[in-house]
């Protein structure tokens, strides 16, 4: 049997490694294409007895956790990333994804984070009277539209029923909800579905007050359109068997 492409059946040695597209349905990967992304200068980690990584900023205003969680039910949060004002307040924000969501995703949200991280280091005074970026608050929402209109997503909607945008093969969504204002709510919504119907392979989510150049980074990590690299038994046989996969042979663009 073959891919849609014509590429033979993505399994044995003939096949050490493939590009899949679209990314959002290329499966979670490997953990460490997000907790490379994660492991900030400064930062402290730890394992709890569950197996669950933990790691702070110095300040404890920031935390991200990777929570494999032995047992646990499928779709559970694997990831979880959030911000406080200072270590016995509320949280400001956070954002949570569950077991599928490729870890590259996750990634990119780390990697911004680390870049907000960084000016707070240089001194006591660096950020004078101004908030850091990870508590500036959402600011313009419009970012991320922008972001996913340039990758060829179509935007709709506004005003109170807020915003959703769709791929171009309709199989990934990231919505926002205006009405939903209050700290802690879920107000962003990413979800892949395969198919275009049924339920949805992996849902992530981000709380109103997250700062909007946090959900844009997210936003072009997830409508990029280059595929991303996996080894044959990470994908999901069923969405290559429908056709929902366009798998070729990574090892042909990396040598």
Not at 31 to 47: E, M, N, R, V
Not at 63 to 90: H, V
Not at 120 to 149: F, H, K, N, Q, R
Not at 176 to 199: C, I, K, S, V, Y
């Amino acid at each position: 049997m073959t891919t849609h492409n014509g590429t033979p059946e993505p399994s044995g040695p003939d096949f050490p490694l493939l590009t899949v597209r679209p990314r959002y349905l290329a499966g979670p990967g490997t953990p460490d294409a997000a907790l490379d992304h994660l492991d900030i200068p400064g930062w402290s980690w730890f394992d709890d007895d569950s197996a669950n990584c933990h790691t702070f900023s110095p300040c404890q205003r920031l935390y991200a956790a990777f929570l494999p969680e032995p047992g646990a039910r499928a779709g559970r949060e694997l990831w979880r990333i959030w911000a406080r004002p200072d270590r016995r307040a509320p949280l400001t924000w956070s954002f949570g994804a569950d077991s599928n969501i490729p870890a590259e995703l996750v990634g990119a949200l780390g990697t911004a984070l680390a870049h907000d991280w960084q000016p707070t280091t240089s001194g006591p005074d660096a950020a004078g009277d101004e908030p850091p970026a990870y508590l500036a608050g959402p600011g313009d929402t419009d970012l991320v539209w922008s972001v996913l209109y340039e990758r060829g997503w179509v935007v709709i909607g506004g005003g109170p029923d807020g915003h959703d945008a769709f791929a171009p093969d309709g199989q990934a969504r990231l919505s926002h909800r205006t009405h939903h204002t209050a700290p802690g709510q879920r107000a962003w919504t990413a979800t892949a579905t395969p198919g275009l119907d049924g339920q949805p392979m992996w849902t992530a989510t981000f709380t109103s007050r997250t700062p909007a150049h946090y959900i844009a980074a997210f936003a072009d990590a997830l409508a990029n359109p280059e595929g991303l690299v996996r080894e044959p038994h990470q994908l999901d046989r069923r969405l290559w068997h429908d056709h929902h996969l366009d798998i070729t042979d990574a090892t042909t663009t990396q040598n």
